[in-house]
């Protein structure tokens, strides 16, 4: 099912996001006061599929499931920590990048959903410097090609020894005939800034670039003998931990395991209920409001750690949507629906206004943050249904305006106790969930006119029904309830009806208006570029360069420039 | 030759982007004092290539490179123009798009190109508004479907007949399971600014949008009843030419055609020689210097008209470069060379700045800012090879900064008497050639550094060494006479030996560092989702949505979301 082409190891029959420190088989957390190490040693049998041993601390999309997790858990768990120390536990190499027999045999679908969570993660760390004062310095003791330099790209800091052989490079293209996709091209030209026909020659180079050359070329920030590697690092974490905002001391809270229920037409979670309707290609997410008031104080908050509401939410939203990415290819679209009161919803909004100098409020945000990313970032159709009973309000209306379309009922439904659907506007819609072009989803929405954001603006705190929300530019239409069953069934059959490839690229154009950022030139020009070449014969074919790599034989090339 | 799997018509072998007024198929253009009329009236027997009919005012290639013809001459030949008005010689049909049995049965090389070049001839059209002040009004009399819209959506201001019947409409998606790949998309988020949910309504409603909602969607300006529209059709280009800084006299330039003498390895223009290694999958196209000395006067440079140096050098490197992109795909490389005087190339850019404000000068500075772009956004890898006797100062420099590597030789060669190879730069290369992410190409070679920056144009009018260029970061590597031809033979050699996509994918990616544009979305974002679309079945497998439209048989798609 995750795979058509490819077996899961171990009898699984999905790809499971959540992992478990305990449990890591490639990455070795360790916290040492304000500094962590987060040392890769990847388990060659670990794999995720069958049919593939990472060596060389190569990885897989299971490697990269341990990684993100581990920085979420430094964020939480670890609160005090300041700087990262990326290293690698294997002589003379840092990382060989992404697993080319992992590739080779991976079918199209796999591939994009790997590169899409690989750079997330990256992304994600990144995020953590920005938002959070946790910094990451990478540490190369050897090689690091491909994947595994674009890993390094992802830090702060690249330190790198100088050894003589140690290097980096970016060999896909003249290795695999792929692009370095996990966002290295673009963090080359827009985030070290390497001049392009330098970049030209590097990525072009087998063997990498070592020494003072890398560090004049903008690839590495420093080269250092091996004899004084471990004093220089220490140097530079002090420094790093000089520059960051994190508490100086702080309890983190425990990222305890998700409950979820599995059935084979639904996943149950605390806060979110997944439902599938197969025939009809639908899979409907409802968000349940918070069941009791905000805590009384910010240590309230960190008593309830994760059960905390919104924190809750985040976790098991993002683990549903990751879950229909790589397990349910077969569901063009997601239909968000909430149940709840709105004004409770807004009371916890309001309650992380008022602490949003303390660092789980603000860890908290920003993960909602990168959990609206990843909805942006979703190739299915969204869609939200706003029905009476709702909770569409603050943080929840982000999805209304994440979704392609949005559908509101008008009143009540006949023979229906609910109160008529609402939506509310808080400040928290106007700036702390920007999209990975810059802007915030409403004034993404509202680009032709900043009259309308404005209009919006002066909504907020409003309790507004269906037609005022139509009116306001909030919702795609405002339906009757003689209409809308039949509307919302039509729409959502044609919806499914339509090309899946014609959808994706669709829903990647409309969804992004406005400015592009480097995040989003990541997801939009390098990814897409790399989703066209992964399915060149030049890369994939049986004589492509992907399935010939390591036997020997060379690859025959279809020679016409396109 | 030009496409595996299409004959072109007439027993033609290549296909040529030059076209002659008298000779159109497809447009009629009349001028009435400062307003254009440009009929679109397509011959459905007038094709490029076999196999289809143009019904319906829809278009291939062959129709796009009259439309493109036509905007030039309105510039260089009408320059007392002011507004295009745009509009069909059919009734109850504006233009039905690109046309889905040649889509269908060209090669995905041929999509690509075309695609490409209908992308340039509409940004074209809006270049014109911005830089020369000549506005574009279209008027739609019924159906603007697909490309027709988006050839509507280049324009300044779109004018609906409000007649219950006539509508705009992207039905791409749902009808061909591909997307508004013109610029559609990108336009229509954009630049008309439409809301994403709106969009995503307007882009997946076959039937398309009219009427009012038209209007309050931002689809089209306005809706005149047909009583009423000669008239505000009028009123419309009267209030354009009103804001036009367009010279309100003025004689024309004839843009006289081409010299061109074909042989089976070469093209021998004037100003321009190409030469073909097909062994090596080479084409070196040299640029020769003026042989003259500048006018003396603007008026003296009317007079020359289009034999005046750098506009004929302009005109004949556009050729060059688009007979290579559609016909030539076995070509890996273009190698830029140049032979001449670089004081001299310096005096016609002196000559061209000095007269910056006559409307000639301007002309001939925007149609070398578009060919260059063109340059840019060529999928062959791009060579600058700086020799002695080279004149590569100023304009001509511009191709060694748009090159993805150049090489510069240090001294005399052995035995020759040619002057050493100098670089130089001049007030032209810090900002008069824009590339489509908005920068100069300096500006995006130095963005780490704005200091490069100022370094180069502290050097303006100096005349660069090899080693002082190197020095300076304009040129990738300066090489002794000893190393050059190995070193150039190696490179080029590797080149060719790489995977044609890969190559491809890592140019456009490397070549567009920092911001993006309108113009630099459509030809990322958009243009590689729609790449990768065209290769998918749902859009050209047998029972593909391309492949199957219009048979009576329905679409069968690979339902899985990637």
Redesign the interface.
Known sequence: MADAERKLNNGKSRIDFQADPSKYRHWKLTVDGDVATLLMDVDEKGTLFEGYELKLNSYDLGVDIELADAIERLRFEHPQVKVILLRSGKPRVFCAGANIRMLAGAS??HK??FCKFTNETRNGIEDASEASGLFTICVINGTAAGGGYELALAADHIMLIDDGSSAVSLP???LL???PGTGG??R???K??????????F??TEEGIKGKRAVDW?LVDEVVPASKLEEAVAKRAREFAAKSQRPPTGKGILLRPLTRERSADAVEYSTIAVEFDRPA?LATVTLRGPQAEPPASAEAMVEQGAEFWPLKLARELDDAILDIRANE????AIVFKSSGDPAQVLAYDQFLDANKEHWLAREIRGFWKRVLKRVDLT??SLVALVEPGSCFAGTLAELVFA????YMLIGKRDGDNKPPATLALAAVNFGAYPMSNGLSRLA??????PTDLDRAKAAAGETLDAEAAERL?L??FALDDIDWEDEIRVFLE???S???????????????????TMES?IF???T??????F??P??VGEEG?LKRYGTGQK?A??????
Request: hydrophobic residues 40%; contains cysteine.
């Open positions: 199209h679908a994009v959903n896909e293209l003249p005939a792929v692009l091209l673009t080359v030209t827009d070290r800034k390497v001049r392009r026909d330098r970049a030209d020659v990525c072009t903008r290609r290819f077969d569901v063009a190739s299915r979704s392609d379309r949005s993404s929405r509202f680009l032709a006119d530019g919702v795609t044609e919806r499914a339509f090309s899946a490839d014609g959808l994706t690229g669709l829903e990647a154009n409309l969804r992004f208006g406005g400015p592009e030139k939009a020009r390098l897409a570029w790399q989703n066209w070449i399915q060149r030049n890369a360069a690859p090339f279809d020679t016409r420039r396109v």
